[in-house]
């Protein structure tokens, strides 16, 4: 479906377990720390499928990119895409929050057929 992922937003990756936890039950995804107000780029192309909230993970876009593959995005702010639109690898499609104490963090995570898998391998380097 795709051969790389570009990073969805400026920042580093950090281990949380605790919102590890949170997001993700599996702990198969990507934490990446950020700026407050960062812009969150698609981290490839794709369509969105769903945007909305989520169990208790607040608003999450998924991207499907690529048969039965599909990019997960949690910790958003503010959401700028709509179900159905076509995305390109680093298309602006939400931002990170504006408030808090502490640095505002996404979570990335990839779903393939029903199974959670590790997206660190997949970005460019």
């Given at each position: 479906?795709?051969?790389?992922?570009?990073?969805?937003?400026?920042?580093?990756?950090?281990?949380?377990?605790?919102?590890?936890?949170?997001?993700s039950?599996?702990?198969?995804?990507?934490i990446?720390?950020?700026?407050?107000?960062?812009?969150?780029?698609?981290?490839?192309?794709?369509?969105?499928?769903?945007?909305?909230?989520?169990?208790?993970?607040?608003?999450?876009?998924?991207?499907?990119?690529?048969?039965?593959?599909?990019?997960?995005?949690?910790?958003?702010?503010?959401i700028?895409?709509?179900?159905?639109?076509?995305?390109?690898a680093?298309?602006?499609?939400?931002?990170?929050?504006?408030?808090?104490?502490?640095?505002?963090?996404?979570?990335?995570?990839?779903?393939?057929?029903?199974?959670?898998?590790?997206?660190?391998?997949?970005?460019?380097?």
């Amino acid at each position: 479906p795709f051969r790389w992922l570009e990073q969805p937003v400026t920042g580093k990756i950090v281990e949380d377990k605790e919102l590890q936890k949170k997001f993700s039950p599996d702990a198969k995804g990507v934490i990446f720390e950020t700026k407050k107000n960062a812009e969150v780029f698609a981290p490839a192309e794709g369509t969105i499928v769903f945007k909305g909230p989520f169990k208790n993970q607040g608003d999450i876009l998924i991207i499907e990119t690529g048969e039965k593959v599909y990019t997960i995005l949690m910790g958003m702010h503010k959401i700028n895409a709509e179900i159905g639109e076509s995305v390109y690898a680093g298309q602006k499609v939400g931002s990170m929050a504006g408030y808090g104490a502490s640095s505002p963090k996404l979570y990335l995570k990839i779903r393939k057929k029903g199974k959670t898998i590790d997206p660190t391998n997949y970005f460019a380097q």
